[in-house]
């Protein structure tokens, strides 16, 4: 694993990424600007959010109950809240 | 050792033929078309095993090189003028991923006006992009400098381009001592690169993205490579001497050793310089030529320790940097000599643009021009054009 503290000297060469399976390592979420909140008591746990979401970025259980949301993940797309039909997700600024 | 008469571009799709590369895509343009078109009957006649792509453009036969080196085999290409142009964008990427690819860069002018004859502006506008260049005066150094190309690019993990000189030296037919078939093979030995995407076993990525953070020190890599691979050039070099019998340095320096006006030339026009240098001996006047073989790396140590004692120089450029001030083998040696703190009067000629025929009468008059520098340290113009019609 690379860090910003390691020189040219240390790091592989042309930037070679080593190592596959490190798109986890990417918060894509570090440039959003709106995040969206789970309002808990208007949710019927109806999955509606789930699919639309580009970023996988809803986090729900085994037993489809929505527990929230992966905020490295989410770029603040705004989808989720857009298609909840019973307003359990609204957008607030960061 | 095979004694042959071959034109430049046979020598070179010889050599290549020789080295049997994994892949070669390429694109025809003048005077460098020869090369894949010869290396392609090789492939028909199943003399190598190499993989050819006849590719739609030369922007796409980089490409294709930089896809099959960075897959981990053996590449090779060749193109000119508005092809290696077209190659631009990606040149840069081929040195900065540091895949070893070997590209022939046959000289020719750069449009416009369209011309397909002989001067530096194609590989000299590209001096740049982080390959080593290798320039060659004759077809014997164009094939010897193929070879070595191989284990230079692939020791040092950068590209290397090759450059002779379009038509005088690509399509005429010269003497040439080749080298056995097995001692070519067992010369480049096997391509065994530490990291490719075909290995099984890892699992990499290659050319990401590259921001703020990480940039900066992947190019003081490639800065540091390219300055180490003068070394690499010159380990190369001694072991294909042992092969050969034939000893390349970083520059080729002819009567220099007790002469005191000194001509830098590039290619073939080093031969026509050479003769005139004989002539001009007999007559009692100590001139002498450097002709440098490497100019990616910039050997400059080396150049301006070679030329410490002359007393002028006349620094020959077939390439125009239209840059208000003088050609770019000018500009990168005249810095080179101010940083070693060398003050010799020297002065630029820009020659032979389009394939401007270069006689041994117009560097004569060079020559005697830098004799007279050498004796009155007067430099009336720093920037002159050889031969043109005012």
């Known amino acids: 694993m690379i860090n910003d503290k390691m020189g040219a000297k240390e790091l592989p060469m042309a930037g070679i990424i080593l190592k596959d399976g490190n798109s986890e390592q990417v918060k894509t979420g570090e440039w959003r600007n709106q995040k969206p909140i789970h309002i808990l008591e ?19 259980d085994e037993d489809d109950k929505m527990l929230g949301f992966d905020y490295d993940a989410c770029k603040g797309c705004g989808v989720c809240a857009k298609v909840c039909p019973f307003k359990a997700i609204t957008m607030e600024n960061e | 050792m095979i004694r042959e008469r071959l034109s430049g571009n046979e020598a070179v799709a010889f050599a290549m033929k020789q080295i049997n590369p994994d892949v070669v895509p390429a694109y025809p343009i003048t005077p460098s078309t020869e090369i894949p078109q010869y290396f392609s009957s090789f492939v028909s006649n199943g003399t190598v095993d190499t993989e050819f792509i006849p590719v739609e453009s030369e922007h ?16 090779m290409s060749a193109t000119s003028s508005q092809g ?3 190659m631009y964008e990606m040149l840069y990427i081929a040195s900065g991923m540091r895949l070893p690819i070997v590209l022939t860069c046959v000289n020719r002018a750069v449009s416009a006006p369209i011309n397909i004859h002989n001067d530096h502006s194609d590989s000299m506008g590209v001096r740049d992009c982080g390959f080593i260049q290798l320039y060659c005066e004759s077809n014997q150094e164009a094939y010897d400098n193929i070879i070595m190309a191989v284990k230079i690019a692939e020791r040092s993990m950068i590209p290397v381009m090759v450059c002779y000189d379009g038509f005088i030296t690509s399509h005429s037919v010269e003497n040439i001592e080749l080298l056995e078939d097995s001692v070519v093979k ?11 995407l075909l290995n099984p076993n890892e699992f990499i990525s290659m050319g990401p993205l590259d921001l703020q953070n990480y940039f900066f020190e992947h190019r003081k890599q490639l800065a540091d490579a390219m300055t180490d691979s003068k070394k690499i050039i010159e380990e190369v070099s001694e072991e294909f001497a042992k092969i050969s019998g034939r000893k390349y340095g970083m520059f080729e320096s002819y009567k220099t050793e007790d002469s005191d006006a000194c001509m830098v030339i590039l290619n073939s026009s080093a031969g026509t310089a ?5 002539k001009l001996r007999e007559e009692g006047l100590k001139v ?13 140590k080396d150049l301006t320790n070679a030329l410490r004692n002359q007393k002028a120089i006349a620094i020959m450029d077939k390439a125009d940097s239209v840059n208000g001030f003088s050609g770019p083998l000018y500009s990168e040696l005249s810095a080179a000599l101010y940083s070693q703190s060398i003050s010799i009067p020297s002065i630029n000629y820009i020659y032979g643009l389009g394939g401007r025929d270069v006689k041994e009468t117009d560097l004569e008059e060079v020559f005697r021009n830098i004799i007279k520098i050498s004796k009155d340290g007067k430099v009336d113009k720093t920037t002159n054009y050889l031969g043109v019609r005012e």
Not at chain 1, 44 to 56: A, F, G, I, T, W
Not at chain 2, 186 to 196: A, C, I
Not at chain 2, 274 to 278: G, N, Q, R, S
Not at chain 2, 288 to 300: A, C, E, M, Q
């Open chain 2, 186 to 196: 067992d010369f480049v030995g096997k391509y065994e690169p530490k990291h490719y």
């Open chain 2, 60 to 75: 796409s036969a980089l490409s294709a090189c930089i896809g099959a080196s960075a897959a981990g085999g053996r590449v």
């Open chain 1, 42 to 60: 208007n949710c019927k746990h109806c999955m509606l959010c789930v699919m639309p979401c580009p970023d996988n970025a809803i986090i729900h």
């Open chain 2, 84 to 86: 290696l142009s077209l």
């Open chain 2, 274 to 278: 050479k003769v005139v240098v004989d």
């Open chain 2, 288 to 300: 002498g030529i450097l002709k440098p073989r490497v100019f990616r790396p910039l050997p400059y």
